[in-house]
């Protein structure tokens, strides 16, 4: 949630529980800075698939 709280394309985002306490821990989790390290960590290993898309049905839709 931080990465998309943070993002500057994404202007919103929702999440929902039924548990109060993750709505809260959530809220709180948010305001904590992010892992700059871990984050660079996730886009490597998502590099080899970035802005890959799935296409499905017609080739003229999509």
């Known amino acids: 949630m931080q990465f998309s709280l943070l993002h500057p394309d994404i202007t919103t985002t929702v999440s929902g529980s039924a548990n109060p306490v993750n ?7 948010a305001a904590e800075p992010i892992d700059q390290q871990l984050l660079a960590e996730v886009h490597a290993i998502f590099a080899p698939v970035k802005n890959l898309g799935h296409l499905e049905g017609l080739k003229e839709n999509n």
Not at 23 to 29: G, L, V
């Open 23 to 29: 709505i809260r821990n959530w809220a709180k989790w």
